[in-house]
């Protein structure tokens, strides 16, 4: 899919298809992850994590909350004293 690149203040900018938006649940704000390969040169843009949706923590947060309360138990147990 072809895209041109637009200014954004001082920097430049892709759009997204409205298909690409609507298919990824993309909205204004919200976190994507840019990476360049250094050999190819390809960029590639994925959505950042999401820990909310539709109000609520997703499965993903809660096993992320799980396993670091799982990791630093001992230490959450000392500071609540």
């Given at each position: 899919?072809?895209?041109?690149?637009?200014?954004?203040?001082?920097?430049?900018?892709?759009?997204?298809?409205?298909?690409?938006?609507?298919?990824?649940?993309?909205?204004?704000?919200?976190?994507?992850?840019?990476?360049?390969?250094?050999?190819?040169?390809?960029?590639?843009?994925?959505?950042?994590?999401?820990?909310?949706?539709?109000?609520?923590?997703?499965?993903?947060?809660?096993a992320l909350a799980d396993e670091?309360?799982?990791?630093?138990?001992?230490?959450?147990?000392?500071?609540?004293?």
């Open positions: 899919m072809k895209r041109k690149l637009v200014r954004a203040g001082g920097s430049l900018a892709v759009t997204l298809p409205a298909e690409v938006v609507q298919e990824f649940k993309l909205r204004k704000g919200m976190s994507v992850e840019v990476s360049v390969h250094p050999q190819t040169g390809a960029v590639t843009i994925r959505p950042g994590p999401r820990y909310f949706e539709r109000g609520r923590v997703t499965a993903r947060f809660e670091l309360m799982g990791r630093r138990a001992k230490a959450y147990r000392v500071l609540a004293k």
